[in-house]
Each structure stands twice: as structure tokens, then as C-alpha cells.
T-cell receptor
Framework: AQTVTQSQPEMSVQEAETVTLSCTYDTSESDYYLFWYKQPPSRQMILVIRQEAYKQQNATENRFSVNFQKAAKSFSLKISDSQLGDAAMYFCAYRSRETSGSRLTFGEGTQLTVNP | GAGVSQSPSNKVTEKGKDVELRCDPISGHTALYWYRQSLGQGLEFLIYFQGNSAPDKSGLPSDRFSAERTGGSVSTLTIQRTQQEDSAVYLC?????????????????FGEGSWLTVV
């Protein structure tokens, strides 16, 4: 079974600064998808960024980018020019591409605080 | 619809009562998932639907929990004889495909959740 680990329960960053959230995962599969979701106090899970494991190029979405290290099984999220609206719980998630109907497996989450 | 729709948004019920939570996935999405998130906790998988069938029910915590999906669309999660430990946010999610193929077809999108409080 796959596992996802987020070793930072809480992180803080100053507005306009850059912060990196860590995520590692354990799998025996070679083909899979990785995601970062954001959960503000409203509790809705909002997709931030996604990556296919076979693509070596790191995904970017505006101020959000990832550092995907497949051999190390690491998938960190970098938030540049942090804004107050970025404050939320961030979840890293894994989905198999080799198993039909596969669910998302989530990490424990990292609570991000953005200080003005 | 444009997004995953869940109802009710909030539900307060007395211990021992039955509750039904509804999920309307994004139109055309074949895969549907239910997750539960207790206060301060991560997401706990409950059940997965492919079309109207549920190949994976392994996350349902007890036989008080059941779910169905009709017409390959709307799903209902039913909790019988609710207990206080059932208090949580119940999140529904859907994706176009079931885990093979391109990333765009395998991204899972979530609804806003149903907050259940059992008093």
C-alpha cells in the first residue's frame, strides 16, 4: 500500500516571501499521479497543482511550483510571493495509475500561516 | 453541473437518528468517492463508485454506513443510528476516469462537504 508523509504539521511565512512544503511518499509502483490540495477554513479541497510521475519536468501553476524527485520519492510544493489568501491546510496526495478506481491517499497535512 | 455539489451543507442531528447525505458529481464523471474528515484530522477514505457499482467499500467504518449511486450520477451516503463519533465533514469527490490514462482525466475534484454534527 502507498503512504504519504508530510513531516511539517505547521509552517509560517511572511507575506511576499517564499515557502516550501515537504512531502514524501512510499510506493512500489512506477506510474502514478501526485497532487497538492489546499483546504481553507471553508473545508473545501481545492486543487493547487498536479504532476504525472513519468514527466520529469516539474509542474508550475502561477506562483505555485513543485520539486518532483522520483528517485527520492519526494514532491515538495513551493509557494512564491506568498499572499494572505494562501493561508490554509495543504495536503499532498498520491493516486495510482496502475490500479483502476484508485483512490487518493493523503498525507497528514501542513497548516500554513501567512503573516502580514 | 459545474462542480461537485453536496447537500445539506450543514446537518445537526440527534444521536440515534438516521441521516442521508447527497452528492451530485460533475457531469460525465464516472468515478465517485466519499471521504470523511474529523475535526483536526486528515481525510479518511470511505467508498468508491465506478458507475453504479461500488468496487471498493473497504473504508466504511461500520455496518451503520451505506451508500448507493443511481443512474451513474447522484450518490447518497446513509448513516443509521448516528453516534457522536460520526460528527465530521463528509466530502464527496469525482473524476472523469478511474485511474488510467492522462492526468487531466484522472484529477479528482471535491465538493464543499457536508458538516455533520451529532448531539
Amino acid at each position: 500500500a502507498q503512504t504519504v508523509t508530510q513531516s511539517q504539521p505547521e509552517m509560517s511565512v511572511q507575506e511576499a516571501e517564499t515557502v516550501t512544503l515537504s512531502c514524501t511518499y512510499d510506493t512500489s509502483e512506477s506510474d502514478y499521479y501526485l497532487f497538492w490540495y489546499k483546504q481553507p477554513p471553508s473545508r473545501q479541497m481545492i486543487l493547487v497543482i498536479r504532476q504525472e510521475a513519468y514527466k520529469q519536468q516539474n509542474a508550475t501553476e502561477n506562483r505555485f511550483s513543485v520539486n518532483f524527485q522520483k528517485a527520492a520519492k519526494s514532491f515538495s510544493l513551493k509557494i512564491s510571493d506568498s499572499q494572505l489568501g494562501d493561508a490554509a491546510m495543504y495536503f499532498c496526495a498520491y493516486r495510482s495509475r496502475e490500479t483502476s478506481g484508485s483512490r487518493l491517499t493523503f498525507g497528514e497535512g501542513t497548516q500554513l500561516t501567512v503573516n502580514p | 453541473g459545474a462542480g461537485v455539489s453536496q447537500s445539506p451543507s450543514n446537518k445537526v442531528t440527534e444521536k440515534g437518528k438516521d441521516v442521508e447525505l447527497r452528492c451530485d458529481p460533475i457531469s460525465g464523471h464516472t468515478a465517485l468517492y466519499w471521504y470523511r474528515q474529523s475535526l483536526g484530522q486528515g481525510l479518511e477514505f470511505l467508498i468508491y463508485f465506478q458507475g453504479n457499482s461500488a468496487p471498493d467499500k473497504s473504508g466504511l467504518p461500520s455496518d451503520r454506513f451505506s451508500a448507493e449511486r443511481t443512474g451513474g450520477s447522484v450518490s447518497t451516503l446513509t448513516i443509521q443510528r448516528t453516534q457522536q463519533e460520526d460528527s465530521a465533514v463528509y466530502l464527496c469527490a469525482s473524476s472523469p476516469r478511474a485511474g488510467t490514462g492522462a492526468l487531466s482525466g484522472n484529477t479528482i475534484y471535491f465538493g464543499e462537504g457536508s458538516w455533520l454534527t451529532v448531539v
